[in-house]
C-alpha cells in the first residue's frame, strides 16, 4: 500500500532489507527461512509462545479462582497497544503528521499485520513482559503488602522496574540484530543511549508497565484480594478502562522530562533518567524489604506469606533469559567487532553494560521468588458463603 508509505518509513525498511511498497496487506505470512536471520524466528516464536501460556494460565486462573486480575492484565495490555501503536506507525492517517514522523520501523516477520508495521510478536510481547513482571512481584507479596491507592501505586513502581529490566534486555538487542530500526533525526527520540532511545529506555520499558500495574491492581487486583467477584460484563468493561487509563498514564509520568526538557536533549535525558533512579530505588528498596520480612517470617503461625505462586511463568521467565542469552552470546563478535559502535555490517550496538545490569535484576528477582516461603493467606471476608474461595496457587 504505497500511499502509506511515508518518506522516512521507506528509507527504514530499505535499510533492514525489504520494501515499504511491496510489504503485504493487512495480514501477511511469511517463510522462516525467508527473513534476514535466524534470530528473527528464534525470538518471534518464544515470545508467541509465552504469551500463549500468559493467556492460558489467565483464562485458567479465572475459571478455576474466579480472580480476573491476569486476564484483566493480558487484555489490557493489549488495549494499550492498540491505542498507542497504530498512530506511531501512520501519523498522516492520524493527522498528527505534522508533529510525530515515524519514530521506528519493525523488520518482517513470519505474520505481520498492518503493511508490515506490526509483526505479531509485537502484539504477544506487550501482554508476556506485563504478565511477567506483574507475577513475579505478585510472588514476592508487595502487593498484599501495601493496600489502597498508595499500595497500588507501590506495587505498580515495583512491575515497572522488574518490567525494565527484562525489557532491556531484548530493548538493547534489537537494533544490532535488524529486529527493528530507529529513526536517528527524529527528535521524539533524542536523546540515545548507544542505540536506544533514552525515551524508550524509560518510558516504555519502566513507565508504561507501572501504569498498567497501577491500573490493574487499583481497579481489580486489590478488590479480588478483598474478596470482591466480578461478572462477565464487569471484566470486560474494566478491562477497557485498564487499557485507556493506562494510555493516559503513559502521557501523564514522562511529564517531567516533556516539559523541563523542551528545548535541550541533554536536559530531557537526564530527567529521564531522575525518573527512572527515583523508580528503581523505589522498587529495590520495597522487593528487598518485603523479601527479608518474608523470609524472616518463614512459615510460622499467621505469616501471610506472598500467599501467591505462579510456577509456569517463573519457568517460563528463565527461559526468557536463557534464550536472550543465547541471543545476545552470538551477538558478541560482531559487538566487540564494531567501530564507535557500529558493527561491519552497519548496525548499531546497544549497551552491554546495561544488559548485564538487567540480567542482574531478573535473575536476583526469579532467585527471590524461590528463596520465600509460599504461604496461602487465610480467605478474605466475603458476606455471601457462596463468593467465599480459599486462595489457591497456579
Known sequence: MSNLCSP???DLAVRMGFSCEEAGGMMEFRSPTAL??????????????????ALVLAIVRLRRDRDPTNIVLWFGACAFLFIIEPPLYF?????????????????????????GRLPLYIIAIYPLMATMAFELVRMLGAFRRYSGFGGALIGAACVGFVHHAFYEIFDQLGPQLRWWEWSLDNPINQPFFDSVPFPSVAVFAALWPMSLAFCVQYFVGRHVDAG?????????????????????????LPIPATVLGIGSDTRRGFVYGAELAILSVVAIVVLYRQWSRLRAEGSGPGNQGSGYINKPIRYFAIFYLAVLALLWATALPDY?????????NGDPTGSLWYTLGCFAVGILVIVATYT?????????AVAPEDEQESVRTT
Request: hydrophobic share 55%; aromatic share 14%; proline share 6%.
Open 36 to 53: 534476514e536471520n535466524w534470530t528473527l524466528p528464534v525470538l518471534e516464536y518464544t515470545i508467541i509462545l509465552g504469551s500463549i501460556l
Open 228 to 252: 470482591k467477584k466480578y461478572t462477565g460484563i464487569g471484566i470486560v468493561w474494566r478491562t477497557i478502562m485498564v487499557g485507556l487509563t493506562a494510555s493516559v498514564g503513559v502521557f501523564i
Open 336 to 344: 566487540f567487532g564494531a567501530v564507535d559502535g557500529v558493527t561491519a
Open 8 to 10: 522516512t518509513f521507506s
Open 372 to 380: 520465600v516461603p509460599q504461604v496461602a493467606p487465610a480467605p478474605a
Open 91 to 115: 501519523p498522516a492517517a492520524f493527522g498528527i503528521e505534522q508533529h510525530v514522523d515515524t519514530m521506528f520501523a519493525h523488520n518482517v516477520f513470519t505474520v505481520d499485520f498492518m503493511w
